[in-house]
């Protein structure tokens, strides 16, 4: 049995018996209007479920190189930490240096992937503006606030883990 039949019609003689024939074979009538916002509110939550699914799978690609990247510099950098421990500095002293060079890292990183983000994005939008007209741009501050914090937490993390393992910094 087909699951949808499309019907036009033209009098409302001939809606009120689609109706009933309907109802007797336990189907409904939908205006097209109603069964055209159903099929788009529908796609609209399938279109915002794969673009999660997606970001979140960027998010998880991005906070593993961003950790593996972080451990390998600073595993390359053990006659650096050496050398300091063996100028004077502590194991903390080198710990909290370790930490705020990560940190300035990351905040360079996110800088520069906010100026090639806006000067990408507003092409595609100077782009969209001649061919649609102009549109609000919205910025979802909070996302990016928790993305480029979770960003900077991971390389901080990252980049301490060896000089707290390491017993060259003691």
Same mark, same amino acid.
């Given at each position: ?31 097209? *209007?109603?069964? %055209?916002?159903?099929? @788009? ?7 915002? $479920?794969?673009?999660? +699914?997606? =970001? &979140? ?41 370790? *930490?705020?060079? %990560?940190?300035?890292? @990351? ?7 906010? $100026?090639?983000?806006? +000067?990408? =994005? &507003? ?48």
């Amino acid at each position: 049995m087909p699951g949808s039949v499309y019907v036009r019609t033209r009098t409302a003689a001939a809606v009120a018996a689609l109706r009933a024939v309907a109802l007797q074979a336990a189907a409904r009538v939908v205006p097209a *209007a109603q069964w %055209s916002a159903a099929a @788009s509110d529908q796609r609209s939550r399938q279109n915002q $479920v794969g673009l999660e +699914l997606l =970001l &979140g799978i960027a998010i998880a690609y991005s906070a593993i190189g961003i950790a593996s990247t972080s451990l390998m510099s600073a595993s390359g950098r053990r006659a650096e930490r050496a050398l300091l421990g063996l100028t004077g500095a502590t194991r903390w002293q080198v710990l909290r240096f370790t *930490a705020a060079e %990560s940190l300035v890292l @990351s905040v360079a990183a996110v800088i520069t992937a906010a $100026v090639i983000s806006v +000067l990408v =994005l &507003g092409g595609l939008w100077v782009a969209f503006a001649r061919a649609a007209g102009i549109v609000a741009v919205v910025v979802p501050w909070p996302m990016i606030g928790v993305i480029a914090g979770g960003a900077a937490l991971i390389g901080v993390v990252a980049s301490t883990m060896p000089v707290l393992l390491s017993k060259a910094a003691e």
